[in-house]
């Protein structure tokens, strides 16, 4: 990213909020805003170095630090209609899952893109029984 000593940027980048999935059915998620991020870098990079973000970030809880995020989705755009789910909507299939060899602009990622970070099989499981515990 562009904050890193010695790396370069094209333009002072883009900011993105990563809302951190840690259950569907409990509707339980922080997010945590990346700032100055490279479109132009790999789906791959961004979410390593959000990995390695959350590890030490401040005011972030151990259960979010520590979960295996594995699968990033686009969930809401700037001026766009946001959905009135709590975590993230089911009836968004025409917005894909994001593919680690894309750049994050091929993905469709924008200036103030909310992307959803969260563990596949967590997914799965929800949409095919999407019951909230509360």
């Known amino acids: 990213m562009c904050e890193e000593p010695g790396d370069t940027c094209a333009?002072?980048?883009?900011?993105?909020?990563?809302?951190?999935?840690?259950?569907f059915e409990y509707r339980n998620f922080r997010p945590v805003v990346f700032q100055r991020v490279r479109l132009e870098q790999s789906v791959r990079e961004f979410t390593e170095r959000v990995r390695q973000e959350i590890e030490t970030k401040p005011g972030?809880?151990?259960?979010?630090?520590?979960?295996?995020?594995?699968?990033?989705?686009?969930?809401?755009?700037?001026?766009?209609?946001?959905?009135?789910?709590?975590?993230?909507?089911?009836d968004d299939q025409d917005k894909p899952l994001l593919q680690e060899n894309q750049t994050l602009q091929e993905a469709g990622v924008t200036n103030e893109t909310e992307l959803a970070f969260?563990?596949?099989?967590?997914?799965?499981?929800?949409?095919?029984?999407?019951?909230?515990?509360?």
């Open 60 to 90: 972030l809880p151990p259960p979010f630090r520590k979960y295996q995020y594995d699968t990033m989705k686009i969930i809401h755009q700037a001026h766009g209609a946001k959905t009135n789910d709590l975590v993230m909507s089911l």
């Open 118 to 134: 969260f563990k596949k099989s967590d997914y799965d499981a929800f949409k095919a029984n999407p019951q909230v515990a509360w």
């Open 11 to 23: 333009g002072p980048g883009v900011t993105l909020t990563v809302r951190l999935v840690r259950s």
